[in-house]
C-alpha cells in the first residue's frame, strides 16, 4: 500500500482482561458478527472500545482459514497503512491462543444505526439530528469512499458499509470502522500508475473475484451475481444508507410486504411511480417543513443512482462528493433563507 505499514503496540491478553476485569459482560457496549465490544480506560487515561473476536480458543493460533483469524488479520494490516479524520483509529492488538482481541478508538455518541433506529431515536436526540446533519454525515462517509477507492494505492473496498459501521461523536463527526471483511484491489501498473486519477479509476473497475460477504440490505446485487468485487460494490452499500437518513428506516425489515423487506428495492418502487414523499422520516419534516423538500429529493435522486442493479450505471466516490458538497450548500442557503424569513 502508498502508506507505510505503522503496526499498533502489541497488548498481552492478560493486560486487556484485566482493563475489562475479564471480559465481564458489565463492560460490554456492543456485539457483532464477529466479536464483542468492551469498553475500558486505558493506562494512558484514553477511553478505547476493545473487540474480542469471537472464535474457539484451540484455533486462535493455528486456524488461518478461520473466518475471524483472516478478519483480525485484514483489520490490522489496513488500519495500519492508511489514516483520514473520518476513520477509527486501531490503538493496539493481541493475538493469544485465549483470544483475538482489538483495541480502538473509543467513538461515544453510539452508531449512525442507533440515531436512526434504536436507542438514541429519543425526543432530544432527534432534536439534534436534524436534516442538515444528515447530510452532513452523508457527504463526510463519501469523503472516506473517495479516500479509500482514489488516495490509497493499491485501492481498499470496504465492502460493509452500513449505518451500524458508521460512529459518530459529539459533534456529530463521524468514523467508519470494521475493516474486517476489506479486500485490497489489485495494484495498478507502472505505465498506468504514473497516468493520474483517470488510469486510476478505470483500473478500479477490474476488482476482484471473490465470494460475497456483506450485510443483507447493503450487499450489491452485481457482486452477489457475479462474485465480482468493485469499488462500486461500496457505493451500492453507501446508496441504502442515503436512504436511511432520508427515510429513517431499516435496510432490511421482515415486517414489511416481501417484496419491500430490502429498503433499495422499496425505495426505487416509490421513487419510480413518484411516491417518494410517503417514504421521508417524518421527523426531517417536522424541523425543516416544506422548504427542505428539494434537498431530500436529490439525496433520494442520488440514492436511487446507487443503488442502480448495474455497476457501471451507478456513480463513483467522486461524483457521490462533490453532489454532496453541492447539496449541503443548498441545504446551507435554505437554512440561511428561513432563517432571514423569520427574523422579518
Known sequence: MAGFLRLPPVYTYDQLSLLTEGFDPKHKIGDGGFGSVYIARLGDGRTAAI????????R????????????????????????????VKLHGYCCDRRGLVLVYDYVPNGTLA??????????????????????????????????????????????????????????????????????????????????????????????????????????DPEYHRSFRLTEKSDVYSFGVVLLELVTGMRAVDPERDRKEVGLADLAVSRIQSRELRKMVDPDIMQQGGESMMGTVEAVAELAFRCVASEKDDRPDSRELVAELRRIRNWVRRTNSAADDGCKE
Open 60 to 87: 486462535a493460533a493455528a486456524a488461518v482459514a478461520d473466518s475471524s483469524t483472516r478478519s483480525f488479520c485484514n483489520e490490522i494490516m489496513i488500519l495500519s497503512s492508511i489514516d483520514h479524520p473520518n476513520l
Open 51 to 58: 473487540k474480542k473476536l469471537h472464535v474457539r480458543p484451540q
Open 114 to 219: 442507533d440515531h436512526l433506529h434504536g436507542s438514541r431515536r429519543s425526543h432530544h436526540m432527534k432534536s439534534s439530528f436534524t436534516w442538515p446533519v444528515r447530510v452532513d454525515i452523508a457527504l463526510q462517509t463519501a469523503l472516506v469512499l473517495e479516500y479509500l477507492h482514489y488516495m490509497v494505492h493499491p485501492p481498499v473496498v470496504h465492502r460493509d458499509i452500513t449505518s451500524s459501521n458508521i460512529f459518530i461523536d459529539e459533534d456529530m463527526l463521524i468514523k467508519v470502522g470494521d475493516f474486517g471483511l476489506s479486500r485490497l484491489l489489485s495494484p495498478l501498473p507502472s505505465d498506468q500508475a504514473s497516468l493520474g486519477d483517470d488510469a486510476a479509476g478505470s483500473a478500479l473497475d477490474r476488482g476482484v473475484w471473490t465470494g460475497p460477504q456483506g450485510t443483507p440490505g447493503y450487499l
